[in-house]
């Protein structure tokens, strides 16, 4: 079965210290890959995501994510994090199989100020 | 448009009580999903629909019924409520499940839910 595992629980950075939040996922297939945050009080939104092409993708915020297929991963980068960046970060993938949307158990990201 | 609306924002159930958690969206997907979120676990698929009138069973569907009777609408029943489902839900939607081209889950803001 597919799982995805992310290896931080809790972070805790100073504002413009550099970001990476690991995420490993077990697929041999062809997989799109996610990354979701999720503010404080508020709903999840998707971060970036790789489906195919370029295998470092830039999302909003200043955020990046490598995909490392040999290495099963899509980390999640950021050079200087802000105080608004705190929040809880999922991975998520899914299979052209199943299509469905499984999640890691999320990493909660505290920048303090 | 509204996205993907869910009511109520938070509920307190007393044990074996009923109830409904709506989820709407506007934006023609035909996708629809139900997760649990529970801390440290991430969130779990309950159930999901491709399609009015076709339901599917997700990772943790226990508990839990649901119906697709337009596209618009996809409500979750819990019809005996239990501890084990204090939770916070979310209704998700999408264009596609088959993510060929990598389509994204739009999120509504959530249903926290305690049983007592």
């Known amino acids: 079965a597919q799982s995805v595992s992310q290896h931080n629980h809790h972070v805790i950075l100073s504002e413009a210290a550099s970001l990476e939040l690991g995420c490993n996922y077990s697929y041999g297939g062809t997989v799109n890959l996610f990354w979701y945050v999720q503010y404080p009080g508020q709903h999840l939104q998707l971060l970036l995501k790789y489906f195919s092409g370029d295998p470092l993708v830039k999302g909003i915020k200043g955020f990046e994510a490598e995909f490392i297929k040999s290495k099963f991963s899509f980390n999640l980068r950021k050079p200087s994090v802000q105080w608004s960046d705190t929040a809880e970060y999922f991975c998520?993938?899914?299979?052209?199989?199943?299509?469905?949307?499984?999640f890691g158990q999320g990493t909660t990201l505290q920048v303090k100020p | 448009n509204a996205g993907v609306t869910q009511t109520p924002k938070f509920r307190i159930l007393k044990i074996g009580q009923s109830m409904t958690l709506q989820c709407a969206q506007d934006m023609n997907h035909n996708y629809m999903y139900w997760y649990r979120q529970d801390p440290g676990m991430g969130l779990k698929l309950i159930y999901y629909s491709v399609g009015a009138g076709i339901t599917d069973k997700g990772e943790v569907p226990n508990g839990y019924n649901v119906s697709r009777s337009t596209t618009e609408d996809f409500p979750l029943r819990l019809e005996l409520a239990a501890p084990s489902q204090t939770s916070v839900y979310f209704c998700a939607s999408s264009y596609s499940s088959r993510n060929t081209q990598g389509e994204t889950q739009y999120f509504g803001p959530g249903t926290r839910l305690l049983v007592l």
């Open positions: 998520a993938v899914t299979s052209s199989n199943t299509g469905k949307l499984i």
